[in-house]
DNA sequence: GTGAAAGCGCTAACAA
DNA sequence: TTGTTAGCGCTTTCAC
């Protein structure tokens, strides 16, 4: 009647060694509660190592409707470059807890989103971490409350839910700083901004906060903008075109807060047409601090996003005895210092 | 006795309806071949309908013996900013079939790979695939022999496993005639070559590959390169270094073929220190096309690594109704025309 | 100290 | 056409 070649079963671990299924339950699973002869433990250890016997923990499951397993389900995370350390982060956590992970991804379909989160559910999954790739507001889907879950990297409205985001308000600060303490007081350019376009014409969150951050520390400095320059933030071309005429002007900015990567490589470019030297005549600041900001030449200060951290608290929290408490965890996105920021000279 | 609020079973929908489990079971599993009275299905549909049944996969596995499930372990390509497009890929395909997958890395550790399968198959997965972040020979874990399984972007040397890899010989030979049909014919330089590093000694795969695929369309145009520039593949510093000199020569090349993006972006850099233009002054092609590429001004001829298109055929290959045979399955790498190229002039 | 027996939710012979 | 019954591999209560 069985349909494939089964594996080593308790029963056999039990006959090998003489004892009952019940004796042979109580040793593997390491219970100390029932007491069992040493010498009975010792000859089901010893039968279970010599049959090369191994837990069949979809039964396990069924009986202790545990199954040690986390569902993660993310719009698009592993399609955005850098984005693949919340993955990451989340895998470690989920694994120091000997939990292993289904993965997935909506490609932001709700319905594809409601599919998935059901094909986990239908396999018991102990918790949810509902993943996206940028920033923002999200409305998870109802099935997420019938287990513990997390958001990773967005909030949502109702307020139900354990959140844990990067914290893009400081990060805002920390640029400006970076700026102040080489001596910059006039000047100071913004491109980016909060990324205000056709598809997001309230900007988007990262962008919202960041300029918040920066907004206070220039403030709180006596001091204001040089300018901000509103544009898209999906490639550098945006940040060239932004900043392209600035530079050829006699009061050009002599320092530029990029809202990523992206677009600082698109000032970097820009810079280069002008005949204009990073960080000599200009100095920049971004953030997210991908791949790219160490492969410009000079490489690139900016503030980076947590990924692989923001992966490891969602999956610490959702695992954690109490389970997951309604609340946000802003995690600091960490300086890094390189060669693009200089005292300004003219 | 059971340790927390149960859903709704099949028994629940049998009492609703009032028919046996059994009539549940085959109506809701779809099966045709037991005659069911239109009444009873109708019933019986109703209530599951009605109660909000979801079938309870870990119960329905521990039966059939099958999980619907499937275990994906790489070395770390999540970390691996392009690379995540194997595990959409992978994704894509198991959905199609109904599948679900558990992702784990291994960060190269033998120990660490050797639990995450044993994890794996402990709960029971139907197919397992090895993914490794940059193509190349493994010897996968003895596990692996234990499920239907599949190597993606991966040989072995065994010859026993199935494996997913990219064409790169094919797309070292399409590198060079996109240069041959623009007119190039001297002056024809590689940067990176081989990949041969302290670390990689005799060097890497795609490098290997595409070195013969290069080598291969010269020769048979009656052509030798201009010459070859082994170095790093890992940052454009290394491109950068590699070509610096050559472009001030008087006899400098009038073409490159970059073994990757990274290295294009090096020569991309040194030609503007040069004041050399692409691609008036030299056409550039490269492989991977990442993001890079359509970022670079002017934007680059690229040959694509076909991560998702691997992916998708591993899944494909695993879950065929005849299981995955033993065989080499090459993938092509699209060509992605740009700007990089142009007839040489001088 | 150990074992018999029940049951987790589902499938599938077999009988009615 | 439908119901009875016996498990899948494991945990756990209760009795010995």
């Given at each position: 009647m069985p349909p494939s070649p089964s594996r080593v079963t308790q029963a056999d671990v039990a006959r090998h060694a003489g004892v009952s299924r019940t004796t042979v339950s109580f040793v593997l699973s390491g219970r100390e509660d029932m007491r069992i002869s040493i010498e009975a433990r010792r000859r089901i250890l010893g039968a279970a190592e010599e049959l090369g016997y191994r837990p069949n923990l979809t039964a396990q499951s069924l009986r202790t409707r545990k199954t040690h397993t986390l569902g993660l389900v993310s719009d698009t995370v592993a399609g955005t470059p850098h984005a693949g350390g919340m993955?990451?982060?989340?895998?470690?956590?989920?694994?120091?807890?000997?939990?292993?992970?289904?993965f997935a991804e909506s490609g932001g379909d709700p319905a594809a989103e409601r599919k998935l989160l059901q094909g986990m559910l239908d396999r018991q999954v102990d918790g949810l971490v509902h993943a996206a790739m940028s920033t923002g507001r999200r409305r998870p889907s109802e099935q997420m409350r019938s287990r513990p879950c997390v958001l990773l990297n967005c909030l949502d409205d109702s307020g139900e839910f354990t959140c844990v985001v990067p914290d893009e308000e400081e990060a805002g600060r920390q640029a400006v700083r970076l700026l102040l303490e080489a001596g910059h007081r006039e000047g100071v350019h913004v491109v980016g901004g909060r990324h205000l376009t056709d598809g997001t014409p309230e900007g988007v969150y990262a962008g919202r906060e960041r300029m918040r951050g920066v907004e206070a520390v220039m403030a709180q400095a006596g001091l204001r903008l040089g300018g901000v320059s509103e544009c898209d933030w999906s490639a550098p071309e945006h940040g060239y075109a932004a900043v392209r005429g600035l530079l050829d002007s006699p009061r050009r900015p002599t320092a530029f807060v990029c809202c990523n990567d992206r677009l600082a490589f698109g000032v970097y470019q820009a810079a280069c047409d002008s005949g204009l030297a990073v960080p000599r005549d200009l100095s920049v600041v971004s953030f997210d601090d991908s791949e790219l900001a160490s492969w410009l030449r000079p490489s690139l200060t900016s503030i980076a996003l947590?990924?692989?951290?923001?992966?490891?608290?969602?999956?610490?929290?959702?695992?954690?005895?109490?389970?997951?408490?309604?609340?946000?965890h802003r995690v600091p996105m960490p300086v890094r210092r390189r060669g693009s920021i200089a005292a300004p000279h003219r």
């Open positions: 993955i990451q982060g989340a895998l470690e956590a989920a694994l120091e807890r000997d939990h292993l992970l289904y947590p990924h692989r951290e923001l992966g490891r608290s969602a999956v610490s929290l959702l695992l954690s005895p109490e389970g997951p408490q309604p609340a946000v």
